[in-house]
């Protein structure tokens, strides 16, 4: 089920799990670099908001057709798998989400997150040199 909640994630920049929070796909802008002239890509990271939103039918019905079973079946794997996640974690346990990041037990009991995605960018800078034309006029 990683793979399928990975995918509703990038798609909806949101994914609430009952118990650990609502993973959100933020996107930083580009930004202006001028001492080096250019002009760097926007940035992703993965953070998590606590608590988490209760999932949306849209969810509920994404899920069923991504599993290919019945939305009440849907439902009920999504609350195991989030009841089982949130079970591994309060057992000492390090949940490893490929492309998200990583869950675990912080000292005082609550879940500590590190994200994967801490301000990646997939495009590369682009020079952004001023063009100075001579006996040019502007309004």
Known sequence: MYTELYQYLIL???????????FLLQKKPAESDFSNKRINPPA??????LPAKAPTEKFYQWLSAALGISEPNAISAF????????KSIDNGEIIDWNGVGILSKGLAGE???????????????VTAEKIIREKAEHM
Request: charged letters at 20%.
């Open 12 to 22: 909806n920049k949101q994914l609430a799990i009952p118990g650990i929070g609502t």
């Open 44 to 49: 992703f990271s993965i953070n998590l908001q």
């Open 79 to 86: 609350n195991d798998f989030a009841w089982g996640i949130k």
């Open 111 to 125: 879940i500590k997150f590190k994200s994967a995605l801490n301000n990646i960018s997939y495009e590369k800078p």
